[in-house]
C-alpha cells in the first residue's frame, strides 16, 4: 500500500471485519465497504479508501485469472491470496538483487574516482609531506 504503515485485515465476508496494524496510531479509523468476487466485505482502517478499492480490485482481478468462470469458493480465494504472495516474494527478491548490483556498482564507480583524484591529491602535497 502507498505508506507502507497500514495493514488491513480480513476474515469473514459477514458484518465489520479488519484490524488495522499502523506506525500511526492517531491516524483516523473509517469504515469501507469492499466487494470481491461479490462478497461484501466491510473493513475498518485508517488506509485511504482508493487504496483499500484499488487493492481489492487487484485481488478481484487476480481471482479473474486463477478461475475466470468458476463460482468463488474460500479456495479459490485461497489460491489468489496465494498468488499475490508469490508475485510480492518474486518482486521483493527482483528489488534485493537491483539494491545489490546498484551498490556494487556504486562502490566501483567510487574507487575509479577516488583512484582518477589520487594523482592530484598527491599534487597538493607539500614539500616534505
Known amino acids: 500500500m502507498g505508506s507502507g504503515n497500514h495493514l488491513p485485515v480480513a476474515a469473514s465476508g459477514h458484518g465489520v ?6 506506525a500511526d496510531v492517531d491516524m483516523e479509523r ?3 465497504d469492499l466487494r470481491i468476487a461479490g462478497q461484501s466485505y466491510r473493513v475498518v482502517s485508517s488506509s485511504p479508501a482508493d487504496e483499500l478499492k484499488r487493492l481489492a480490485e487487484a485481488v478481484e482481478a487476480k481471482l479473474g485469472e486463477i478461475a475466470p468462470r468458476a463460482k ?3 479456495q ?3 489460491l489468489a ?3 499475490l504472495a508469490h508475485e510480492v516474494e518474486s518482486e521483493r527478491g527482483r528489488r534485493e538483487t537491483l539494491e545489490r548490483r546498484t551498490r556494487d556498482l556504486l562502490r566501483r564507480v567510487l574507487v575509479r574516482i577516488d583512484d582518477a583524484l ?3 591529491d598527491e ?3 607539500g614539500p616534505g609531506e
Open 17 to 22: 471485519l479488519g484490524v488495522v496494524v499502523s
Open 30 to 32: 473509517r469504515t469501507i
Open 72 to 74: 468463488t469458493q474460500p
Open 76 to 78: 479459490t480465494m485461497l
Open 81 to 83: 491470496a496465494m498468488a
Open 118 to 120: 589520487e594523482p592530484f
Open 123 to 125: 599534487g597538493d602535497a
